[in-house]
């Protein structure tokens, strides 16, 4: 079965830092990838995805993924944190013949002045 | 544009008491998702709808019944509240899945709060 791993429930950085979060994967087959995004008392919107058309998919507010096929992974990245950065953030996995989305367990990002 | 809502927003029942959550959406969408999260263990799938009429098992079912009678709304029952059912619930949309060949952006609700004493 698919799953995905983010490494790390919390997360701090200063502002203006580079921000990284881990996330692999577990599929048989290259999946459909996703990152979400969720500030305080809302719900999840998306990142980006990743879809195979390009293994560096860049996303909304700077951030960026780098699909890694032998590493099985799909980390988040942004060169400089800011202030408003600070929320929750999960990865998603969706294999190609599925039709659901499973969720990892999340990693909360702290940005300290 | 209302997006994807979700009513009501907080409930407080006590065990064994029944509710439902009713989810809506606008756009039109053929698929419908709900989760619940709870601390440390992220979003978990609960049940879920490819289209009106249909429904199917997610990773945690039990203790929880949904139906789709109408394509834009999604209703999650709870027929005998426990307290391990407390948390957040979420309900998401999207035009297509995996299955469908194209990987499709979920659309969520604002969430509901659920507490069981």
């Known amino acids: 079965a698919q799953s995905v791993t983010q490494l790390g429930s919390h997360v701090s950085v200063s502002e203006g830092a580079l921000v990284l979060l881990r996330c692999n994967y577990s599929?048989?087959?290259?999946?459909?990838l996703f990152w979400y995004v969720q500030y305080p008392n809302q719900g999840l919107q998306l990142l980006l995805k990743?879809?195979?058309?390009?293994?560096l998919v860049k996303g909304i507010n700077g951030f960026e993924a780098e699909f890694k096929k032998s590493e099985t992974s799909f980390h988040l990245t942004k060169p400089s944190a800011h202030m408003s950065d600070a929320a929750e953030y999960f990865c998603?996995?969706?294999?190609?013949?599925?039709?659901?989305?499973?969720f990892g367990t999340g990693t909360r990002l702290q940005v300290f002045p | 544009n209302a997006g994807v809502t979700q009513t009501p927003k907080f409930r407080v029942l006590k065990t064994g008491q029944s509710m439902t959550l009713l989810c809506a959406q606008d756009?039109?969408?053929?698929?419908m998702y709900w989760y619940r999260q709870d601390p440390g263990m992220g979003l978990r799938l609960i049940h879920y709808?490819?289209?009106?009429?249909?429904?199917a098992k997610g990773e945690v079912p039990d203790g929880y019944n949904v139906s789709r009678l109408k394509k834009q709304n999604f209703l999650l029952g709870l027929e005998s509240a426990a307290p391990s059912q407390t948390s957040v619930y979420f309900c998401?949309?999207?035009?297509?899945?995996?299955?469908?060949?194209?990987?499709?952006?979920?659309?969520f609700g604002e969430g509901s709060r659920l507490t069981v004493l």
């Open positions: 599929s048989s087959v290259p999946p459909y």
């Open positions: 709808s490819v289209g009106e009429g249909t429904t």
């Open positions: 756009m039109n969408h053929e698929y």
């Open positions: 998603a996995v969706s294999e190609r013949n599925t039709d659901k989305l499973i």
């Open positions: 990743y879809t195979s058309a390009a293994t």
């Open positions: 998401a949309s999207s035009t297509t899945t995996g299955l469908a060949g194209t990987a499709g952006e979920l659309f």
